[in-house]
């Protein structure tokens, strides 16, 4: 799942990949998250039930994600710390919003109340990121529909709060479904350091996702224009 999507509409890379959303997260701030930590670790579907009567059928994904979770998940994961991830990339029936879709949409308004029942959900799913080795240093791609080249300029200083989603293949962004090529496009290629592979973890078991955690902080290396309404962004975090 890699994000295509704006902040109030997310979707997968078999609908809409999640290497594409709008990025305005750029100033350094507390992080909206703060004091997750003190959650206790519990199983995901305790873990879950402060958000059942804020997402549409949150039990049913949470049963779904636990179902799909083998016996013994690889990376070392738990079942519920493996079915965390794993319900964090399945995308709600439409026309209702997706966990991850409302979990990010709280953390770029840095909206410490909203996100406060989805702590417990959170802690697990941290825990579970963590457990996952770090790629080695590489050059993922996250692209939106806008012109963002004012809002990046050279030596500019961000944060990501949200939990940011990438792709490794730069081409898959060309298709009509996301990119595209035409109108306004913002092309991000990201020099990451400690990103994580969920594809062992994920809903979508062919998507080669790489997950950024939330605080990841970028600074913005230079940018060109190589064609009309074709903006291309260097950061490294």
Not at 114 to 134: E, G
Not at 161 to 177: G, H, I, K, R
Not at 197 to 220: C, P, Q, W, Y
């Amino acid at each position: 799942m890699v994000e295509i999507r704006t902040t109030e509409e997310n979707t997968t890379v078999d609908q809409d990949m999640k290497a594409t959303t709008a990025i305005t997260d750029t100033e350094p701030q507390i992080s909206p998250i703060l004091g997750y930590t003190d959650e206790p670790l519990l199983p995901l579907s305790k873990a879950c039930s402060p958000l059942n009567e804020i997402l549409h059928n949150m039990s049913f994904y949470t049963q779904l994600a636990l179902d799909e979770t083998p016996e013994q998940p690889p990376d070392g994961l738990t079942i519920d710390e493996s079915a965390a991830i794993r319900l964090y990339t399945i995308e709600w029936d439409k026309p209702h919003r997706s966990l991850y879709s409302m979990l990010n949409y709280h953390l770029k308004n840095n909206d410490h109340e909203a996100l406060l029942p989805y702590f417990k959900y959170i802690k697990l799913f941290v825990t579970a990121l963590v457990k996952l080795p770090c790629i080695p240093p590489l050059t993922v791609w996250r692209g939106v529909t806008k012109n963002l080249s004012g809002e990046f300029p050279p030596g500019a200083e961000m944060t990501w709060w949200a939990f940011s989603s990438c792709t490794t293949e730069m081409t898959v962004l060309e298709n009509n479904m996301y990119l595209g090529n035409e109108g306004d496009r913002t092309l991000f290629s990201v020099e990451v350091m400690n990103g994580r592979t969920i594809k062992a973890h994920s809903h979508f078991v062919t998507e080669d996702e790489i997950l950024l955690l939330s605080g990841t902080h970028m600074v913005a290396q230079s940018q060109l224009s190589p064609a009309d309404n074709l903006y291309i962004i260097h950061l490294k975090q």
